[in-house]
């Protein structure tokens, strides 16, 4: 844009300096017509007490005349011309040998008619004609304007003209200096806009590697904090075996082998042992089922959302004692896999989030289609936070909330302030078949 801008800039200055130019030539060429008049009006003036007292048919007053024109010259090259009506050269002091004879049908070396064409103009009342003649001191043909008038009492025409090769050499001059002048402006701005344009690449260059290597950070960084979750969820479920299913396992086990000595001792107390021992297993079996929904909750690939969000927020109220509020109206569809996946662990997230944080008393669940879109709503009334601070925690968090909605191509929202509660809303455009 800015080179398309700076040719017609240039395309512009080019065509004033032509007008400009024009301007000028043609102020300049006035000049010279006011200035052949005026000489036109002298030779008048030399020639007047005779032109006017003689008789036309006097050949001494035409003599005389004719000497007085011969007489009167003006700078290296100007002189006054005399032709009859039928174009034979009267009067010429410049170039003697022309006298007597008759040019009426001499042309220039542009093929224009130079005595017929005067004597028209000069006819006609007087006036100007441009034509190329030979000038004596350059002793070559250039360009040369005259003024004619005629002298009716004698059927002569009598003018005089100023070569203006000069003219027209300042006019090329000055033509060649405008072309310079525009084309040293167009390379400069194009010089201008060359090492522009190369700060401009480098500049994009060096942002666009800076770019990559924050991004190589952050890839790393998030590698990072996977590694972590991974390691944090290992430790987690192995924790979890551990103090909980191995724990419950061994109890079992230790109710076994005590109501089977007692049974080899005839002690009746042995059925009681394996009754406790059964409970303890149904513990076991039951906790095997919580981590397992906690990994990957079979409810949700066989019912979908609506049911797996029903039996993880039954889960947290009766666990917590929150006040739950939901809204979750039922839906022809089910959705793509990925989103319902991302929606409930977004869900499991922030209920994990409010249980721990928030202090919360209330929260509120809503979801809900709106022009091709899915949209689901989770809201408390606890302490809040600062979203800047919390978006840089490690683990998985509300970054992690926010990339995995992103990466399928919806909008994850956060609003919170502290002492005013958390607002977290994930957006996703649904296919109008789904």
């Known amino acids: 844009m800015t080179s398309l801008i700076t040719l017609m800039t240039v395309n512009q200055a080019r065509q004033l300096g032509k007008e400009e130019i024009l301007t000028f030539e043609r102020n300049l060429l006035e000049a010279k017509r006011t200035e052949l008049k005026h000489y036109v009006s002298l030779a008048l003036t030399s020639i007047e007490p005779v032109y006017r007292n003689a008789d036309p048919n006097d050949p001494a007053a035409r003599e005389l005349v004719k000497a007085i024109l011969n007489s009167l010259t003006y700078g290296e090259d100007g002189y006054f011309f005399v032709y009859d009506l039928e174009g034979t050269n009267l009067v010429h002091p410049k170039q003697p040998e022309l006298v007597g004879q008759a040019l009426y049908d001499l042309?220039?070396?542009?093929?224009?008619?130079?005595?017929r064409n005067l004597l028209e103009v000069a006819i006609n009342g007087g006036g100007h004609y441009r034509y190329m003649w030979n000038k004596p001191s350059l002793g070559k043909v250039v360009d040369k304007l005259s003024y004619a008038v005629i002298l009716p009492d004698w059927d002569w025409m009598l003018g005089t003209g100023i070569y203006i090769d000069d003219v027209v050499n300042e006019i090329n001059n000055i033509k060649a200096q405008v072309n310079r002048n525009v084309?040293?402006?167009?390379?400069?701005?194009?010089?201008?806009?060359?090492?522009?344009?190369a700060f401009i690449v480098m500049v994009g260059v060096v942002i666009n590697v800076h770019e990559h290597r924050l991004a190589d950070g952050k890839l790393k960084e998030l590698s990072q904090q996977t590694v972590l979750f991974q390691e944090d969820e290992k430790?987690?479920?192995s924790r979890e075996l551990h103090d909980g299913i191995n724990q419950l396992m061994?109890?079992?086990?230790?109710?076994?082998?005590?109501?089977?000595?007692?049974?080899?001792?005839?002690?009746?107390?042995?059925?009681?042992d394996l009754h406790k021992g059964a409970q303890v297993l149904n513990e076991a079996i039951h906790e095997v089922r919580r981590i397992s929904r906690d990994l990957r909750p079979s409810i949700l690939d066989d019912l979908g959302l609506m049911a797996a969000l029903d039996s993880l927020l039954g889960e947290f109220v009766e666990r917590t004692g929150i006040h739950?509020?939901?809204?979750?109206?039922?839906?022809?569809?089910?959705?793509?896999?990925?989103?319902?996946?991302?929606?409930?662990r977004i869900v499991q997230e922030a209920l994990t989030n409010i249980e721990r944080h928030s202090e919360a008393s209330h929260v509120r669940l809503n979801t809900s289609w709106s022009n091709h879109s899915f949209q689901l709503t989770i809201q408390d009334n606890g302490k809040g936070f600062l979203i800047k601070e919390a978006l840089y925690q490690r683990g998985i968090g509300l970054r992690n909330m926010r990339e995995r909605v992103e990466f399928l191509g919806g909008d994850f929202t956060i609003h919170s302030e502290p002492e005013h509660g958390?607002?977290?809303?994930?957006?996703?455009?649904?296919?109008?078949h789904v």
């Open 250 to 272: 061994v109890s079992v086990k230790y109710r076994i082998e005590l109501s089977i000595e007692k049974m080899r001792l005839s002690d009746h107390s042995a059925k009681q």
């Open 422 to 432: 958390t607002k977290l809303k994930a957006l996703f455009p649904i296919p109008v």
């Open 183 to 197: 084309r040293n402006t167009f390379l400069t701005v194009m010089a201008i806009i060359t090492v522009a344009t």
């Open 235 to 237: 430790r987690r479920i």
């Open 324 to 344: 739950l509020e939901q809204h979750t109206p039922p839906y022809r569809h089910r959705l793509p896999d990925q989103i319902e996946t991302t929606l409930y």
């Open 107 to 115: 042309q220039d070396i542009n093929g224009n008619y130079v005595i």
